[in-house]
């Protein structure tokens, strides 16, 4: 039991998660508990974040979680972590009832109510770490690239709608979205190995 | 027009497209490796940025889902799937943090009681303050069965442990969590009579280049029993 760690390690999760996702696809009840239990906590805090009502939030977080067990089958390890798997699924239902609202003018009123609560002190102690780490690559990004990804990632617009919104070209905007994602992955040390 | 089609890389894993645009970058993916290589990292960096979102969800929800989930057939695999396990790595020392945030309220219900703190916000803010620091360092490892993850600060000369799934210690013991530097440990403090992991603030960090966890009697002792049950490099 002599010293076995002196590196700042990968976490298990990833491919745990993406073990359990994997028995999810044979019908695995009580694996689907455990995705649950580890993922819910982020495919929920993304819905309040992108459609910021809390009941619509629950709705879209509860449509996602249902989605990830009916289509479990479809998830290629090969292709990615079964979180970002999970999380795409969960981003894409909130975009799409954030642009079902949009015509609604009441979305601007939304977005003016700002952080969500959190239920537990220490959680949110641990989630700052997470949170200041890809505060701190955001800020190494330009302002265009960082509102671009900002706007389309937490809020749900389109690179057409943020193009609008910052007053910048489409090719200009397209490229900003990509070469920031692409700045922000070595920031934040993601990688494919 | 379609040559610049890979310039959707971007928008395309932020979910920034309309639907057909994303349905013709769907298909551009089938046969551009590149992208398909490119989209797959842009999509765990944005997912990173849904990690910054974590909040506890409603109890009902859980119900809600799992009720759903027991009347809902699943969908027929589109494909048998492919061997190739991938390997997705995250060094950074924020996604270590999750290690701490997994271990969730029974953490906190351990930094509440077992530190005998009456006033648990002031607590968690001491934990935050750490957590939060420029300089702070993030080490985990397995031990005994177990997890431990420390986070160390310089600049505040404090540190937070937080240990879990150690063995049951047995009744009237307990485990106790050294700091050592160069060879001599250092009280990072006693867990509870019993308990099998638990969070424990110290200061004086620095100059600290193990952390380890030994086996006594409740209440701790003035220098570790040893062997170690176990130890990580800082
Ligand atoms: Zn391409």
């Known amino acids: 039991m002599a010293a076995r760690d002196d590196q700042p390690r990968p976490l298990a999760p990833a491919p745990a998660t993406g073990d359990l996702l994997t028995q999810v696809a044979r019908g695995d009840e009580a694996a689907f508990v455990k995705l649950y239990d580890e993922l819910a906590p982020r495919v929920y805090g993304l819905c309040r974040r992108i459609v910021r009502d809390p009941a619509q ?15 479990a089958g479809r998830y290629d390890p090969a292709k990615g972590s079964a979180s970002a798997w999970v999380l795409t699924i969960a981003h894409r239902r909130a975009v799409d009832r954030v642009r079902a609202e949009q015509a609604s003018t009441d979305r601007e009123r939304r977005v003016a109510t700002e952080e969500v609560p959190y239920d537990d002190v220490v ?5 700052r770490l997470e949170r200041q780490q890809v505060r701190r ?21 389109s690179y057409r709608e943020v193009a609008d919104l910052l007053g910048a070209g489409l090719p200009t905007v397209k490229t900003r979205m990509r070469d920031g994602l692409i700045r922000l992955r070595d920031c934040l040390g993601v990688s494919f190995a | 027009m379609s040559d610049d089609i890979h310039t959707l890389a971007g928008p395309y894993a932020l979910d ?7 349905a013709r970058f769907d298909r551009h993916l089938a046969t551009c490796d590149s992208c398909a290589q490119e989209v797959a990292e842009l999509r765990e960096t944005a997912t990173r940025l849904a990690d910054a ?8 929800l859980k119900e809600a889902v799992l009720a759903e989930v027991a009347r809902t057939p699943q969908a027929r695999r589109a494909r048998a799937a492919r061997g190739g396990e991938a390997r997705w790595r995250r060094w950074t020392a924020a996604a270590v943090a999750a290690g701490i945030v997994a271990i969730g309220a029974a953490a906190a219900t351990y930094v509440v009681e ?15 303050s750490i957590l939060d620091a420029p300089d702070a360092v993030v080490r985990t490892g397995d031990l005994a069965g177990g997890r431990v993850t420390v986070v160390l600060s310089a600049s505040l000369n404090k ?11 047995g009744t009237g013991k307990a485990y106790q969590l050294w700091l050592i530097k160069d060879r001599q440990p250092q009280n990072a403090g006693v867990l509870g009579a019993g308990a099998s992991g638990g969070a424990r603030v110290f200061s004086d960090v620095q100059g600290a280049d ?6 006594e009697k409740a209440g701790g002792a003035g220098t570790p029993t040893t062997p170690l049950v176990g130890s990580v490099n800082l």
């Open chain 1, 137 to 157: 690559c955001l800020q190494g990004l330009t302002d265009l690239q960082r509102e671009a990804i900002t706007l389309a990632y937490y809020r749900g617009y």
């Open chain 1, 57 to 71: 939030a629950e709705e879209v977080a509860q449509e996602a979680l249902v989605e990830v067990w009916r289509t």
């Open chain 2, 210 to 215: 193990q952390f380890g966890v030994s086996h």
């Open chain 2, 53 to 60: 979102t974590e909040v506890t969800p409603p109890a009902r």
């Open chain 1, 123 to 127: 959680e949110q102690a641990t989630a």
């Open chain 2, 114 to 128: 077992d530190q005998r703190v009456r006033d648990a916000q002031a607590q968690a803010a001491q934990v935050t």
């Open chain 2, 159 to 169: 540190g937070v442990a937080v240990v879990q799934g150690l063995p049951d210690p």
């Open chain 2, 16 to 22: 920034a497209v309309d639907d057909l645009e994303r």
